[in-house]
């Protein structure tokens, strides 16, 4: 089970994660990290977008990563929720690898 939160003003909440300790990574097709090199090692907050209009410009300023899902073939993204589940099924996968 993952801690979930939907806020109001997301500039403002990444800077209070920020504090709190958190990494903050937003996702975002042509991020400059990928989400298979992210350092999920971390205590990380997840930012997804809204469908269609996707992380705002001052949010991924404020997020210190933009991450991208790679596609394959002639899928140019994925709906938000199914880029969450991608994300955090990495996510989970890497860090469980990591325990082995």
């Not at 990494?23 to 090199?37: E, V």
């Not at 209009?53 to 394959?72: Q, T």
Request: glycine share 10%.
């Amino acid at each position: 089970h993952l801690k979930i939160a939907r806020c109001g003003n997301v500039a403002r909440t990444i800077e209070q994660l920020k504090e709190a300790g958190y990494w903050t990574a937003a996702l975002a097709p042509g991020g400059d990290t990928s989400i298979y090199t992210l350092d999920t090692s971390r205590k990380l907050a997840i930012i997804v977008g809204s469908e269609g209009r996707g992380v705002r410009d001052i949010v991924k300023k404020g997020a210190d990563f933009i991450v991208d899902i790679p596609m394959r073939g002639k899928v140019g993204s994925l709906n938000v929720s199914v880029a969450a589940a991608v994300a955090l099924f990495e996510i989970a996968r890497r860090r469980a690898a990591a325990k082995l």
